[in-house]
């Protein structure tokens, strides 16, 4: 088994129970053995959803089923790891009904209201009838409670269960936000890099969580980069209850909704970030700001740039204060920036300005920076107003090491 990640969290945090949720883990032996590797969560009547997928065009068939039923009211939630049910053709489709169909059955629902994600290696036929055998049991004994198990069970290269948990004020109620997820590796922003599952007790319409949804993933799950590798599975996906009562919120301008805004947004960074902590063979945790581009979006690019440059990463890996290796990212970006007013920062440490080396730079000062499990890395490109900040870590032999063996 992998080595838990050095920049892991302390431990899997107590995620309370939500009125309209019970879900639950077990082993299928889809491809692992002696662990769980299926997730089922089921939803209360009225409960709401919203989604955010991969933009890749080889999506998986889950992928494929959910755009199709989106539009629906849902119930039902099956997850599976070590198979991604990707690039497998009609069959792979096949399976993806047979899958809904047989958790229609359970939870006594139609096909279409059940949510599917798959994640593992590509073009493999899904063992669909293991997966179909084992949801009955697991039906059985879902409760409210099982988060952590839940969060085990979709984990593939990943060495820690991700799960976050927030609260806020919404009309005068008390409501809570879960979710879990998962990614380790194949992680690049292009909608939502890996599978998140975000789960709420608030009182949304669809329109309304799809809009606070979409607007959340902008600023988190598409502000992370692990290797620069868009998933063909990338899926998250929002479900609100409405257990916590109150009035529905049925417009996304509502001012009810702006401490609910901020915990979905706090939730889902912390989820987001927590991939990045997982990178596979990661070493260090790296954040990346970018400020002074000619706007918002120039600065986004500027700033994967950095995070995606493997001479960066591997840079940062060694602790080597190489900064010209940033000038160089700034510079491939294409984005507009002005050379003689770029300043370049590692951590607190100015190493560049006025087009040349800081006079008052000290690599020993840069070094030391670099040498902590947390690293700040700054551009100021002097043409604008315009900044983003996206994290990534380094790159490191283990990264060669875990995929080299990844089918294995």
């Not at 290696?121 to 055998?133: F, Y």
């Not at 109150?246 to 889902?268: H, M, P, Y």
């Not at 800081?358 to 100021?380: F, I, M, Q």
């Amino acid at each position: 088994m992998t080595a838990l990640s050095p920049l892991a969290p302390a431990g899997f945090p107590a995620l309370p129970a939500l009125a309209g949720v019970r879900l639950g883990a077990t082993a299928a032996g889809l491809k692992y053995h002696g662990r769980d590797d299926v997730m089922m969560a089921v939803l209360a009547p009225g409960t709401t959803l919203a989604g955010l997928f991969t933009r890749s065009s080889m999506p998986s068939a889950p992928v494929q089923w959910c755009r199709q039923v989106m539009a629906g009211s849902v119930r039902a939630l099956v997850v599976n790891a070590g198979n991604a049910n990707a690039f497998t053709g009609a069959k792979g489709l096949a399976a993806a009904r047979s899958t809904a169909e047989a958790a229609a059955g359970l939870v006594g629902c139609a096909p279409g209201e059940v949510m599917l994600a798959s994640t593992g290696v590509i073009g493999e036929p899904l063992p669909v009838d293991g997966l179909v055998g084992a949801l009955p049991a697991l039906f059985a004994r879902l409760t409210a409670d099982d988060w952590e198990a839940a969060a085990q069970a979709i984990r593939t290269t990943d060495t820690f269960a991700k799960g976050a948990t927030r609260s806020a004020q919404l009309g005068g109620v008390t409501v809570r936000l879960n979710g879990i997820a998962k990614g380790s590796g194949m992680i690049q922003p292009d909608m939502a890099t890996m599978l998140a599952f975000i789960f709420t007790d608030a009182p949304l319409s669809a329109p309304v969580l799809q809009a606070l949804l979409s607007a959340a993933g902008e600023r988190s799950f598409n502000a992370i980069t692990v290797d620069s590798d868009t998933s063909t599975s990338d899926t998250v996906l929002a479900f609100a209850t409405g257990g916590a009562g109150g009035e529905q919120i049925t417009a996304a301008d509502d001012g009810r909704l702006d401490d609910f805004r901020q915990a979905l947004g706090a939730l889902t960074i912390d989820l987001a970030q927590q991939v990045v902590r997982d990178g596979e063979g990661a070493s260090k945790f790296i954040t990346v700001r970018v400020c002074g581009a000619a706007d918002d979006a120039s600065a986004k690019r500027v700033a994967l740039a950095i995070a995606n440059s493997p001479l960066v990463k591997t840079t940062i890996a060694g602790e080597d204060a190489n900064w010209g290796r940033l000038v160089m990212a700034v510079g491939k970006s294409g984005e507009p920036a002005d050379q003689d007013r770029t300043a370049i920062y590692i951590g607190d440490e100015q190493a560049a300005a006025g087009g040349r080396r800081a006079p008052d730079y000290s690599e020993s000062r840069a070094h030391e920076h670099l040498k902590g499990r947390e690293v700040r890395l700054t551009a100021d490109l002097g043409v604008g107003a315009g900044e983003a900040t996206v994290w990534t870590c380094d790159l490191t032999h283990d990264y060669i090491t875990i995929n080299a063996d990844y089918r294995s």
